[in-house]
Nanobody, 125 residues
Framework: VQLQASGGGLVQTGGSLKLACAAS????????TAWFRQAPGKEREFVAA????????YYADPVKGRFTISTDNAKNTVYLQMNSLKPEDTAAYFC???????????????????WGQGTLVTVSS
């Protein structure tokens, strides 16, 4: 599965961006999908995920209520709508997918086998 992330950019505090991650060659059905981010000098951290069964969504506490993850299986694309952006949201955002991710590991990057390249989000103060 090849993943292509897009949609990053420069936005002011309080603004919005919508990231997209397109899968080539297959649908996301049966796969858990997630977004992680990595700020300069920091470790990669979990942002949001959708389970492979049932479509349950999970969010990291810092983004809960501001970010929304969704999938469009017809377009083989997973999205991350980011609202009320803050300077601390500045990071490279990575999409990931895996077909054997269990609920207890859904926030762990090691659980995902497929990764897209990062798309940079910069929030200016």
């Amino acid at each position: 599965v090849q993943l292509q992330a897009s949609g990053g950019g420069l936005v002011q505090t309080g603004g919005s961006l919508k990231l997209a991650c397109a899968a080539s060659g297959r649908t996301f059905r049966g796969y858990a999908t997630a977004w992680f981010r990595q700020a300069p000098g920091k470790e990669r951290e979990f942002v949001a995920a959708i389970s492979r069964v049932g479509g349950t969504t999970y969010y990291a506490d810092p983004v809960k209520g501001r970010f929304t993850i969704s999938t469009d299986n017809a377009k083989n694309t997973v999205y991350l709508q980011m609202n009320s952006l803050k300077p601390e949201d500045t990071a490279a955002y990575f999409c990931a997918a895996g077909n054997s991710v269990i609920t207890s590991q859904i926030r762990r990057s090691e659980a995902y086998a497929y990764w897209g390249q990062g798309t940079l989000v910069t929030v200016s103060s």
